[in-house]
């Protein structure tokens, strides 16, 4: 399985996600270093493992109040050989870019259509976050409901459980599954501990991001050794 640290940045600071309210979220106070520096935090987390994927949210770029470009420019120049997935929500990318080193997120609560999924976001860069809260999905219901026009990597996002103890919604990302054929899916949301991870395992997920729980250690070095799984 893949495990992959979710860094969320907001005015060029890495913020603690909580509940998907992101008007509230505040600059992360993690055990494993001292600030919020997007570059100390993501050195702190590879301490804990040599991790091959890194999930950036630009909070700025999807709430449309500018961009974290350069600290995101400098997190890929300070670390070639990692895969960053990138949400900026309906931004402009950075164009060329490396494809070896930059994948989109794109998420449907930007309000994305099945017919842009199909004809603009089907190559093998792009990663379609199907984004829900409250149990309700955010989004174009054709998005959906059509698995066919999905790419190869789909993340279940449970915006409302980021953060909090709640686990993973299991029965959602079984409905996914279902749907996504032989296309990878990942959880986000809610993840608390080991337990959590071996029952993701069990249901061949292929992925997990994580935040919170690998900043208060509820997921620790031994766990993530465990689950790991370096994936393309």
Known sequence: MLIIPVIDIYDGNVVHAHAGQRESYKNIQSPLCHGSNPLVILKALLSLHPFTTIYIADLNAIKDEGNNNGIIAQLMHDYPAICFWLDKGICAFPSPHPLAQLRRVVGSETGIT???????????????????????????????????????????????????????????????????????????????????????????????????????????????????????
């Open 114 to 232: 099945r017919a842009e999924l199909l004809n603009q976001y089907k190559s093998s860069d792009t990663i379609l976050s199907l984004d829900f809260f409250n149990n309700e999905f955010m989004g174009e219901r054709a998005v959906l409901e059509n698995g066919d026009v999905w790419p190869d990597d789909i993340i279940v996002m449970s915006l409302d459980r980021v953060g909090t103890n709640l686990g993973p919604e299991i029965s959602r990302l079984d409905q996914i599954q279902a749907l996504a054929g032989n296309k990878r899916v990942y959880a986000a949301g809610g993840v608390r501990c080991e337990d959590d991870l071996q029952s993701l395992c069990r249901r061949n997920i292929s992925g997990v991001l994580l935040a919170t729980t690998l900043h208060n250690g509820k997921i620790d070095r031994q766990a993530l050794e465990k689950y790991s799984q370096n994936q393309a």
